[in-house]
């Protein structure tokens, strides 16, 4: 996401990097190609011209023009500017109240909403709620299937709709069987329209005065850009949102919608939906994703990440093989499976600072090649796991044909794994003198 940008926005401050001093007519220079990179980007030409003007403000000041770090200061100021318009501090769910609360999801057609609410049904799991699924979309009928599926994968229950039943009383049923169950937040997964009609906002404004809930929170397409801004601002007209969540980031290079959101509305993002799999659901840092933006990386979220992808004994166990000099293909296997939890290895990158653009393509790993990793491993015995060397000619031809690879493909994976253990060797051998550092610490 922001890819185009991300690398508009570097090569402007590249150039002034490469001056020592900088004059107010240098600086008005690279605002106009900072405001050019922001229209590209499709964010509302309003708020882009209000953006300049608020940067203009400072950067052709002592701050920047007497600093002994003119281009840092101006990138300074660009980073503070783009936290502010993405609404400054990090937005929480109000989940305060007697229980049940309910969280009420809406949107048009198509926006993401029903895997939208499992993936925070799954979230708000994860930090000990008690979530209940309400399929109220009974205009599209796969979506009660789809919700019920996707309810079972994550181990939340959902709310017997029956197709034909009214939105409104389905709502109202869902709430009163939650408080009788003992679940304290509902999740209700409203009909969603190619467009906003008065039959829709009707309906919508029917299930708010019936399950009087917390939050509203517009579910919105990235990708549509503008068009995402104008839908917040006529659902926040009609319901009052307390908050937007913005879907398919992931395959949006340009960033409009999420830049011109808050500006706009004045309603804050809540989550960033950045692909299918039901944990891919990110809070919102105004913070982080200006740092994104400019290619500072996000290191915090990827610690997070980390956090919650990997088990702490499984770490501590994996540390104790690491300093024995016993790291198996089945240690090897687990890692690649934790890391995926994570997310895709690209996603991943992307939160380290300094690689963008050029700097990424030459380290994007290929997706494919992983998931043949993980299967030739499993292809093995778990003797040849344990001890790769007994793995002979005919053991890989087999390893090959169970796994639907090629010899040559076992005998990379072997040849890597080999390599991988003489590192680990090393660094366990200068390890000795002093203390082992691993990446991530867990309390």
Not at 237 to 259: F, N, P, Q, Y
Not at 322 to 339: G, N, P, S, V, W
């Amino acid at each position: 996401m922001f890819e185009r940008l991300s690398d508009k926005l570097a090569a402007v401050f590249k150039k002034l990097k490469g001056r020592g001093t900088l004059n107010e007519e240098q600086v008005n220079e690279a605002l106009r190609e900072v405001r050019l990179a922001l229209l590209e980007a499709d964010v509302n030409y309003k708020v882009t011209k209000a953006f300049i003007e608020r940067i203009r403000s400072r950067a052709v000041g002592e701050e920047v023009l007497k600093s002994l770090t003119p281009a840092q200061q101006v990138i300074k100021i660009v980073h503070e500017g783009l936290t502010g318009l993405l609404g400054g501090e990090s937005p929480k769910l109000d989940l305060g109240g007697r229980p049940p609360i309910a969280i009420m999801l809406v949107g048009l057609q198509g926006s993401g909403k029903t895997t939208t609410a499992a993936k925070l049904a799954k979230r708000l799991k994860s930090q000990g709620r008690q979530p209940y699924l309400v399929p109220a979309d009974v205009q599209r009928p796969a979506a009660i299937d789809q919700l019920k599926k996707l309810g079972a994968d994550i181990n939340v229950d959902v709310y017997p709709t029956q197709p034909g039943q009214n939105p409104v009383d389905i709502s109202a049923a869902a709430m009163e069987a939650a408080y009788a169950q003992g679940y304290d937040t509902v999740i209700l997964d409203t009909a969603g329209r190619l467009h906003i009609d008065a039959p829709l906002m009707a309906e919508l404004k029917a299930i708010k005065e019936k399950t009087d809930p917390n939050e509203i929170l517009l579910v919105a397409d990235a990708m549509t850009g503008q068009d995402a801004v104008q839908v917040a601002d006529r659902f926040h007209d009609l319901l009052h949102l307390t908050g937007v969540i913005l879907t398919k980031m992931e395959g949006d290079a340009r960033g409009g919608a999420a830049l011109s959101m808050r500006e706009v509305t004045g309603k804050p993002i809540k989550f960033l939906g950045v692909g299918e799999k039901l944990d891919a659901l990110e809070p919102f840092h105004p913070d982080r994703l200006a740092s994104r933006i400019l290619g500072m990386g996000d290191v915090l979220t990827l610690i997070e990440k980390a956090q919650e992808a990997f088990d702490v004994e499984q770490v501590q166990a994996l540390e104790r093989k690491l300093r024995k000099e016993a790291f198996t293909l089945e240690d090897f296997r687990d890692q690649l499976r934790q890391i995926k939890k994570m997310g895709t290895i690209e996603q991943l990158l992307n939160l380290i600072p300094g690689l963008k653009g050029k700097a990424l393509q030459n380290l994007r790993p290929d997706e494919k090649e992983l998931k043949k990793t993980e299967a030739i491993i499993d292809s093995m015995t778990p003797g040849e796991r344990a001890e790769y060397r007994v793995i002979d000619g005919s053991r890989r031809r087999r390893i090959a044909r169970g796994s639907g690879t090629s010899v040559q493909d076992v005998n990379r994976l072997l040849k890597n794994f080999t390599a991988t253990q003489q590192m680990i060797k090393q660094m366990t051998q200068s390890g000795k003198k002093g203390k082992m550092r691993f990446p991530f610490k867990f309390s």
